[in-house]
């Protein structure tokens, strides 16, 4: 593993004077994050680019963000952001018009000066009204808006931003006696959803979907879809899909990988059944320490996306004319006071 610091004075090799190193990403964010401590000697300066490699490969490229350090201490703890820190951190007003996805990240990225990598492709065409809104969370409705069954995440390969079909696997396997160091598993009712409610437009239920079984189970946990005027979606397809059962979830530590990455999936020896499934990466962390490299990884059966509905559908202008039958306002009393 080498760190390497970048600014205004070079680049310079810092790997021997850094402690516990430690890199992460997680699902729901596009923001990639390094933390390690350094010998107060060197010089870090908030601003300053950090870049991560492993193997010849680049792990990390971002800026220092947080700096602390304790008078007791020689060590000073650094946290690093990659460049998806500025979706998170920027918001702005955007009305879409006939557009698709993809072109809706050209543009946000031609604004902020964030340069584009790959971008899963996306024919189907949407008309959105985002005010104030979160880039990332622009970004995510867009897709979520495009697409049936496909499922996609953020990742930025050094500065450039890519938007990846979620769920590819990755080339090495986790075996017992091999690269498994450990495991746990986890069940959650945290998601479950076991009722959807359907309204129409005048919020009127039209329809309730359920899930008997798991209700007597562990009661009601209610969802909604509610339907626009004149709307014609597979309402009861889609509250089926809004049905969740127990969410299980295997966290396993093995030998590092730098093709470990949330976003991809993974296939595991489960190490209770000795089964071979694949698992889908809901979070990494990557850790040097001692000179060992390791993972932690949290593993879902499920491939899930960090689906978002933000903004707003684009007002029926032909509507909102037939429903208004005011006679138009006089205001040239108004203009010819301007004039004296």
């Known amino acids: 593993?080498?760190?390497?610091?970048?600014?205004?004075?070079?680049?310079?090799?810092?790997?021997?004077?850094?402690?516990?190193?430690?890199?992460?990403?997680?699902?729901?964010?596009?923001?990639?994050?390094?933390?390690?401590?350094?010998?107060?000697?060197?010089?870090v300066s908030i601003g300053d680019?950090?870049?991560?490699?492993?193997?010849?490969?680049?792990?990390?490229?971002?800026?220092?963000?947080?700096?602390?350090?304790?008078?007791?201490?020689?060590v000073v703890?650094?946290?690093?952001?990659?460049?998806?820190?500025?979706?998170?951190?920027?918001?702005?007003?955007?009305?879409?018009r006939n557009i698709t996805a993809p072109n809706i990240v050209r543009t946000i990225c031609n604004d902020f000066n964030i340069p584009v990598g790959t971008l899963a492709n996306s024919n189907t065409k949407i008309n959105r009204n985002f005010i104030n809104d979160n880039l990332y969370n622009i970004i995510m409705t867009a897709y979520t808006l495009t697409t049936k069954d496909n499922k996609f995440f953020c990742l930025f390969n050094e500065n450039k931003l890519n938007i990846l079909e979620k769920g590819n696997l990755?080339?090495?396997?986790?075996?017992?006696?091999?690269?498994?160091?450990?495991?746990?598993?986890?069940?959650?009712?945290?998601?479950?959803?076991?009722?959807?409610?359907?309204y129409n437009h005048k919020n009127e239920i039209i329809k309730i979907v359920k899930n008997d079984d798991s209700i007597r189970m562990y009661g009601i946990l209610n969802?909604?879809?509610?339907?626009?005027?004149?709307?014609?979606?597979?309402?009861?397809?889609?509250?089926?899909?809004?049905l969740k059962n127990v969410e299980k979830r295997i966290t396993v530590t093995n030998l590092g990988d730098v093709t470990f990455i949330t976003g991809y999936g993974v296939i595991v020896q489960e190490p209770i059944t000795g089964l071979y499934c694949t698992f889908f990466i809901d979070e990494d962390i990557h850790i040097w320490k001692n000179g060992l490299y390791t993972n932690k990884l949290v593993l879902n059966l499920k491939n899930i996306m960090d689906k978002m509905n933000d903004g707003s559908l684009v007002e029926n202008i032909t509507y909102r004319k037939n429903t208004s039958k005011k006679a138009k306002e006089d205001y040239s009393i108004y203009i010819n006071k301007l004039k004296e």
């Open 223 to 242: 969802d909604y879809i509610k339907l626009c005027k004149n709307d014609k979606v597979d309402y009861n397809s889609k509250a089926i899909k809004k």
């Open 1 to 43: 593993m080498e760190i390497y610091l970048i600014n205004n004075k070079g680049c310079i090799d810092i790997s021997n004077a850094t402690t516990t190193v430690t890199l992460s990403g997680e699902y729901r964010s596009c923001c990639r994050e390094l933390e390690f401590g350094i010998n107060k000697s060197i010089n």
């Open 170 to 198: 990755v080339s090495n396997d986790i075996k017992q006696q091999s690269n498994l160091i450990g495991s746990s598993v986890s069940e959650s009712l945290d998601n479950v959803v076991n009722r959807v409610d359907i």
């Open 77 to 96: 703890n650094i946290n690093c952001k990659d460049y998806g820190i500025y979706l998170k951190k920027n918001t702005h007003t955007y009305k879409f």
């Open 49 to 74: 680019t950090i870049r991560l490699v492993e193997d010849k490969m680049s792990m990390f490229y971002g800026i220092v963000w947080n700096k602390s350090k304790n008078s007791n201490n020689e």
